[in-house]
T-cell receptor
Framework: DVKVTQSSRYLVKRTGEKVFLECVQDMDHENMFWYRQDPGLGLRLIYFSYDVKMKEKGDIPEGYSVSREKKERFSLILESASTNQTSMYLC????????????FGPGTRLTVT | SQQGEEDPQALSIQEGENATMNCSYKTSINNLQWYRQNSGRGLVHLILIRSNEREKHSGRLRVTLDTSKKSSSLLITASRAADTASYFCATDETGGFKTIFGAGTRLFVKA
């Protein structure tokens, strides 16, 4: 059974803190993605990675960075959390090539106070 | 603006009725997908239809794609209370590298 896990379901951080969101997949997928989801806006792509140590900016990379040191793990980093980064964060993965189905983790609801 | 836009934004029906959701997009695509999201959870893939396909079925789901109108519809037949969720369409643009999601349709099925 395919599985994408995220380190926390709920997280509360203070403004200015450095925040790490971890995502692990056990399907040997090449591609991994970080999205944020806000009411009325759907899912917006923050970053994605198509291989170890490779990354590409999505639509809203400002204020975020990512790290992919191992194939199965993709980390999202908020260098200095701000209140406008309060959101639901979703990680996903899929195989490379023509198979586009994405497998999602359960999400992390981050609140920055 | 978003590539995929669902219509309606919200839909409330009785159990046993059919639910139809529509998606419109703007550019040429390789394929279109539909996902479901239960409240506060991750998305689950339902069905993928390629640009050279016109209709696809999976259980109680029926998806159509009209590339000339740049639109797709998702039909859920004989709906159940457990179908209550948000439904998203997602498109993979021709020559693009990412999947673009719409804002979703919230479906509420009353028992």
């Amino acid at each position: 059974d395919v599985k994408v896990t995220q380190s926390s379901r709920y997280l509360v951080k203070r403004t200015g803190e450095k925040v790490f969101l971890e995502c692990v997949q056990d399907m040997d997928h090449e591609n991994m993605f970080w999205y944020r989801q806000d009411p009325g806006l759907g899912l917006r792509l923050i970053y994605f990675s198509y291989d170890v140590k490779m990354k590409e900016k999505g639509d809203i990379p400002e204020g975020y960075s990512v790290s992919r040191e191992k194939k199965e793990r993709f980390s999202l980093i908020l260098e200095s959390a701000s209140t406008n980064q309060t959101s639901m964060y979703l990680c996903a993965s899929n195989v490379g090539g023509s198979n586009y189905e994405q497998y999602f983790g359960p999400g992390t609801r981050l609140t920055v106070t | 603006s978003q590539q995929g836009e669902e219509d309606p934004q919200a839909l409330s029906i009785q159990e046993g009725e059919n639910a139809t959701m529509n998606c419109s997009y703007k550019t040429s695509i390789n394929n279109l997908q539909w996902y479901r999201q239960n409240s506060g959870r991750g998305l689950v893939h339902l069905i993928l239809i390629r640009s050279n396909e016109r209709e696809k079925h999976s259980g109680r789901l029926r998806v159509t794609l009209d590339t000339s109108k740049k639109s797709s519809s998702l039909l859920i037949t004989a709906s159940r209370a457990a179908d209550t969720a948000s439904y998203f369409c997602a498109t993979d643009e021709t020559g693009g590298f990412k999947t673009i999601f719409g804002a979703g349709t919230r479906l509420f099925v009353k028992a």
